[in-house]
């Protein structure tokens, strides 16, 4: 009976991996990491946490350029690389990777590494195979269970670290504001609010605050005399460009408008030049050339 039931293991159907891509797992530094290969992407790739997480060396990009679809923050600039040597079964390998902000995977093989391995994936059965050192491997694709289970699992960690991330990025955004708020005494007119300003930190990209330390406020007839000397000295330099009389408003009608109107749908003319013969054409020609000897 023991033989019998061993013998009859449930199979899976044929077409379980019909609407799935490549997945499997890879030992990273003795670590479990979640691997997908996709013949639609340029480049190898590998996640930030996982650089993040097993302290990975970072290479500089040779060549960085922006990417527009990972994140909903915007552009993501790349510009560092970094060397993953891998293991999955019996293969072994190293790859150079772009360091990008994934969060459906930890490393991704794109058309570079297929290029370079010499790789044939099998339609039906989803089965990648591949040359390495002189020798042939099959790679087996996780089933679709398996890789639901391995999402589930790896949910709950990046939002626990992002919500410990935000967090800590807060109370850091909130010191540095109240470091830097005025006193009580002066008026400033702020124009970025604070919940602006912690969404804004929160992006990983480069930010720029602009403080104005002076205002400088112009009436209607200012008084040298209330600008700061630096802006008198300006003035003075340059007062041909600022004339007395300056007229208020836009310039007045003119008996002539010199404007072109568009016909909408109206076609570019291609006519020629000159509508002469061959002969009228040489001639014309030929009193240009005397004319342009003359000088």
């Known amino acids: 009976m023991i033989r019998r039931l061993l013998n009859n293991q449930p199979t899976l159907p044929l077409n379980d991996q019909r609407e799935n891509i490549f997945h499997t797992r890879c030992d990273v530094l ?23 997480k097993l302290n990975l060396t970072l290479l500089p990009h040779p060549k960085p350029y922006k990417l ?12 560092h690389q ?17 360091v990008i902000p994934m969060e459906a995977c930890h490393i991704l093989l794109g058309r570079p590494w297929q290029f370079d391995r010499k790789t044939t994936h099998h339609g039906h059965t989803n089965e990648i195979i591949l040359q390495h050192h002189s020798k042939t491997f099959m790679l087996h694709p996780l089933t679709p269970t398996q890789v639901a289970s391995d999402q589930a699992q790896m949910r709950p960690r990046r939002e626990e670290e992002s ?51 002076v205002v400088l406020t112009c009436l209607q007839h200012p008084s040298l005399k209330d600008l700061p000397p630096s802006i008198c000295a300006l003035l003075h330099e340059f007062a041909n460009l600022f004339p007395k009389d300056c ?30 013969n061959p002969i009228e054409t040489k001639e014309i020609e030929t009193q240009v050339i005397e004319l342009l000897d003359k000088g």
């Open 247 to 276: 007229l208020q408003g836009l310039p007045p009608f003119r008996g002539i408008e010199h404007k072109i109107d568009f016909i909408p749908g109206a076609s570019l003319p291609n006519r020629p030049a000159y509508r002469t």
């Open 82 to 98: 970094v060397l993953v040597k891998f293991s999955i079964g019996k293969y072994k390998d190293k790859v150079l990777c772009d």
């Open 30 to 52: 003795n670590n479990t990491c979640s691997l997908i290969i996709d013949s639609g992407s340029c480049c190898n790739s590998c996640s930030t946490r996982m650089v993040e």
């Open 68 to 79: 527009h679809w990972l994140n909903e923050d915007g552009d993501f600039k790349v510009k």
């Open 163 to 213: 919500s410990t991330n935000s967090t800590k990025l807060s109370k850091d955004s909130k010191t540095r504001v109240e470091e830097v708020s005025p006193s009580k005494d002066v008026h400033h007119e702020v124009i970025l609010t604070y919940k602006t300003l912690l969404q804004t930190l929160h992006v990983e990209h480069p930010s720029y605050l602009l403080l104005c330390h």
